[in-house]
């Protein structure tokens, strides 16, 4: 039926559907930071990539690999939606499909590292049939009693049944447990083949077999993982003295974010590719700017993802187009969870250079860095440059902790300044405005006092003050890491010195505490 004029071509879509690629270029939200430090790094592939101002850095320790890192899944979030139109053309999830791209560690479905990509499946392999493209696999003709080839059908039984009696194979000899065996993943039934081999309308068949293919990949790759967990012969424990090996390239891998290193160390040990995605602070130095490597401008760039964009390459965004479709609108953060980093992981721990550095200075018995590498500041950035925080870890599950300067003595005779914490109109950005002594809060800020620089701090009321501060009675916190503005000045607002520490009053009460420094607390006082 290759013969067959579009006009007559079977395979047609009733209505409109999401665009195949919709989505992909949206910048992810991470899981920031890591849970532990990776006390050994044996090789490095990673890139940077900028996106609307913001730099990433997606790399890892064992692959050589240049996945698409899709971030994370919003909760709730429907893979595969029940309306037809909010469907994809090609039926399959798009970035949050756990068999084409890794995702982050789920401890319920924790086979999911060892899919097998699909472009490492030999034509001579029973499992290729669990990625083939129906487009390519179905009778176009109008004439034609059969809707998917017989020849592919057979194929997919074939490999559905290789799968059940691998399965009941690892049952009987490693001895799989009840419990254990319920979380395998479903296959398909044998309903499903027959409702799919009876299927006369394409697009309920591509959305069946797109299922079905899912279910059978995730089946092949729960096998991969019970059969890694009966012959690694590699101690997990000791992965980091003795190191371990390269990856096996041909598993999809995993993002290891919110791993813990026991679960990381076992996925080294038996060759799954592991990924870090870091987000660099505003004044953190990217790697790309330390070594002069390029950096990308989009997360498909130089992934898997590029080489199947375009209706060319992809036969059911070709088919769509010939059918003159209008695309369904696609909400460009559908599915997309915001950035997230909470109190069970540290911002450094996912920067290769502050690893690299940290390594380097245990090498040489040399005092460990705090933070990673900053960007090299110029003399008028020096000038509006809060110091940086000294931080020191307690304790490895509990965030670092931030050390306070020494009690300092009060201000007398003095004016103090009043500064408001604001957004700035364009860029919606916190700031700090230098106002006049008659000027009078109007909203509901919280008034913190800089002792040093004498100024009122009036930090808006929805600020969150970063994790690791102990003690904010007696030793204060941090004041806001944002650009401080004079706006007495009518004319311009001028750049001014940042506040770097701030107290809930103006003069301590006991001076006899004036220069005394903070004891190192206890783990438990640290989130």
Not at 15 to 33: K, M
Not at 61 to 76: D, E, I
Request: aromatic content about 12%.
């Amino acid at each position: 039926s290759a013969g067959v004029p579009p006009s007559q071509d079977t395979r047609r879509y009733s209505t409109s559907r999401v665009n195949c690629e919709a989505g992909y270029d949206v910048a992810p939200g991470l899981l920031l930071g890591m849970r532990f430090e990776l006390p050994l790094l044996r090789r490095y592939t990673g890139r940077d990539v900028e996106v609307d101002n913001v730099m990433y850095e997606i790399w890892s320790p064992n692959s050589v690999q240049t996945p698409f890192c899709p971030g994370r899944m919003r909760a709730g979030f429907q893979l595969i939606p029940y309306e037809r139109e909010q469907r994809r053309f090609d039926g399959q999830p798009g970035r949050f499909d756990y068999c084409e791209f890794p995702q982050y560690d789920l401890e319920d479905r924790d086979w999911l590292p060892f899919t097998r990509r699909p472009s490492t499946i030999h034509t001579t392999e029973s499992c290729l049939a669990g990625v083939q493209p129906l487009c390519v696999f179905w009778y176009r003709s109008p004439t034609s009693t059969a809707g998917v080839y017989g020849s592919f059908l057979d194929n997919l039984g074939t490999w559905f049944g290789e799968l059940g009696a691998q399965s009941e194979e690892l049952r009987v000899q490693q001895r799989i447990d009840d419990e254990d065996w319920a979380r395998s993943p479903a296959l398909p039934t044998q309903g499903d083949f027959e409702a799919l081999r009876d299927c006369r309308v394409y697009e309920d068949a591509v959305d069946l077999l797109a299922r079905m293919q899912r279910q059978m990949r995730e089946r092949a790759a729960w096998i991969a993982m019970i059969r890694a967990m009966a012959t690694s012969s590699i101690d997990s424990s000791e992965v980091w003295v003795k190191g371990y090996p390269v990856a096996d390239e041909s598993y999809i891998g995993v993002f290891i974010n919110d791993a813990m290193k026991s679960k990381v160390a076992w996925l080294l040990s038996v060759g799954v590719p592991v990924f870090i995605a870091h987000r660099y602070e505003r004044h953190e130095l990217p790697r790309s700017t330390a070594l002069g490597t390029p950096k990308l401008t989009s997360f498909t760039e130089g992934t898997e993802v590029s080489a199947r964009k375009g209706p060319l390459r992809n036969g059911f965004a070709f088919i769509a187009a010939r059918e003159g479709f209008a695309v369904t609108e696609y909400e460009a953060d559908q599915g997309r969870a915001p950035d997230l980093l909470d109190a069970s992981r540290c911002q450094s721990f996912s920067s290769s250079l502050f690893l690299e550095a940290r390594a380097k200075a245990r090498a040489a018995q040399a005092e460990l860095p705090r933070e990673p590498p900053r960007l090299p500041l110029t003399g008028d950035d020096l000038r509006f440059e809060a110091p940086p925080l000294q931080r020191v870890l307690i304790h490895p599950r509990r965030v670092e902790w931030i050390v306070p300067p020494p009690i300092p003595p009060n201000r007398e005779g003095r004016r103090w300044e009043k500064w408001e914490m604001t957004q700035d109109e364009e860029t919606g950005e916190y700031i700090f405005l230098k106002h006049g002594h008659k000027w009078r809060s109007e909203g509901y800020a919280k008034v913190w006092y800089d002792r040093h620089l004498s100024r009122e701090l009036y930090v808006d009321e929805d600020w969150e003050m970063e994790n690791g501060v102990v003690d904010v009675v007696t030793f204060g916190a941090p004041a806001p890491r944002v650009r401080y503005y004079d706006a007495t000045d009518q004319d311009r607002h001028r750049r001014a010195k940042p506040s770097h520490w701030m107290y809930r009053s103006a003069r301590h009460p006991i001076p006899t505490m004036i220069g005394m420094a903070p004891t190192h607390p206890v783990a438990s006082d640290l989130p």
